[in-house]
């Protein structure tokens, strides 16, 4: 069965949400939640999306942005890619770190955006 076509926002604003595979911890130690925030951070200069908020746990994290022009598929590919080499080397592991795609919801009441944040 296909994938469901990602929504997308009038006010180019989103809820993504990742998780680790398997619900595995994607964020063994507080480095690891602080260089995932590195290279949000670092992205966003590239991809020019701008972050609203955020919240990382253990297993998954939540990422309240703005897309840029390059979209919000190809700033979470990157930021996902980078975190995911950086995660695998430092850990002496192989595989996927995340589940899946990312998941993504569309935020475009105020209602919302306010539950979010």
């Known amino acids: 069965m296909p994938r469901q ?12 949400m990742i998780r680790g595979i398997e619900r595995n ?18 992205k966003k200069k590239s991809e020019g999306y701008v972050i609203l908020a ?4 253990d297993n998954h994290a939540h990422i309240l942005l703005r897309e840029g022009e390059n979209g ?20 002496n592991r192989v595989g996927h770190v995340f589940q899946d795609r990312f998941r993504s919801e569309v935020i475009e009441k105020d209602q919302y955006l306010l539950a979010t944040a």
């Not at 480095?31 to 951070?41: A, G, Q, R, V, Y």
């Not at 979470?76 to 695998?88: F, L």
């Open 5 to 16: 076509q990602r929504k997308i926002s009038m006010t180019n604003t989103y809820h993504v």
């Open 25 to 42: 911890k994607i964020f063994l130690e507080n480095d690891d939640k602080e260089k995932f925030i590195e290279i949000l951070i670092q």
């Open 54 to 57: 955020y919240c990382i746990m």
């Open 72 to 91: 919000i598929l190809k700033a979470m590919q990157r930021v996902n890619g980078t975190y995911a080499y950086y995660y695998n080397k430092k850990h």
